[in-house]
């Protein structure tokens, strides 16, 4: 048997994996050449993190499921906000909610799929939080959802009621036990950053040099990687 040196990986895109597939099958890689190839990725992306200050073992909760904290989908009606850019709207308000030495995943996205989302709410009871049912039945489901993992009951609290008064909101759903909404919607949703503590964590463009790779201010006071 090989023995493999190796840093643990939190997540490896478990839930959209099929590229590592197709690569292996197509370029006809071992095993041992498809895990040196991730650990060949996974090593210069850590220490472009330390460089900034951050150590990626402290990641891990924003990373991975937990018992002891929660999940949650803030929901809008996008037809209700005043402007386009309800994403930015959403984004800005949602922030600054957020605890200062708090680490988080964020998802964003819209509902793309035929069918009422109110419909999937009720083969998912337990995820309905307190999303009000009678607010989504529109025919045409023009729903915006903001996912958010690792959250205590002090965020869900607070979260809740930085949008309660929104036009556009309309609850938020509990996705701490899978459901068959929980199982499309984080699929579905875009991973967009990671807030650990003051700072975002976005993706870069795939050909930026990592000595390009800046730390900017962004307007509501945090850090963007």
């Known amino acids: 048997m090989v023995a493999y040196q190796f840093q643990t990986i939190h997540t490896l895109e478990a839930r959209s994996n099929l590229l590592l597939e197709v690569t292996q099958s197509h370029f006809k890689l071992s095993d041992p050449q498809v895990f040196k190839m991730i650990q060949g990725l996974f090593e210069p992306m850590v220490q472009i ?4 200050g951050i150590k990626y073992e402290a990641l891990r909760r924003s990373l991975t499921p937990s018992t002891d904290h929660y999940d949650r989908a803030l929901v809008f009606n996008y037809t ?9 709207d959403v984004v800005h308000r949602l922030l600054p909610v957020l605890r200062k ?20 709410l009720e083969m998912s009871p337990k995820a309905m939080g307190t999303v009000d049912l009678a607010l989504a ?3 045409y489901s023009p729903y915006y959802f903001a996912y958010l993992n690792n959250l205590s009951d002090a965020d869900v609290v607070n979260l809740h009621r930085a949008f309660e008064h929104h036009p556009a909101y309309i609850g938020s759903l509990d996705l701490d036990l899978d459901s068959p909404v929980k199982s ?17 964590i976005k ?3 795939d050909d930026r040099d990592a000595a390009r790779i800046a730390t900017c201010h962004c307007s509501i006071s945090r850090n963007l990687i």
């Open 184 to 200: 499309y919607i984080s699929t579905l949703l875009m991973r967009d950053f990671i807030k650990h503590k003051g700072v975002i």
């Open 80 to 88: 209700k906000f005043d402007t386009g850019l309800y994403g930015r």
């Open 137 to 139: 039945q529109d025919r």
């Open 203 to 205: 993706e870069h463009e």
């Open 49 to 52: 993190l330390a460089s900034k």
């Open 101 to 120: 030495d708090s680490s988080h995943s964020l998802l964003f996205g819209d509902w793309l799929r035929d069918g009422v989302f109110s419909e999937w």
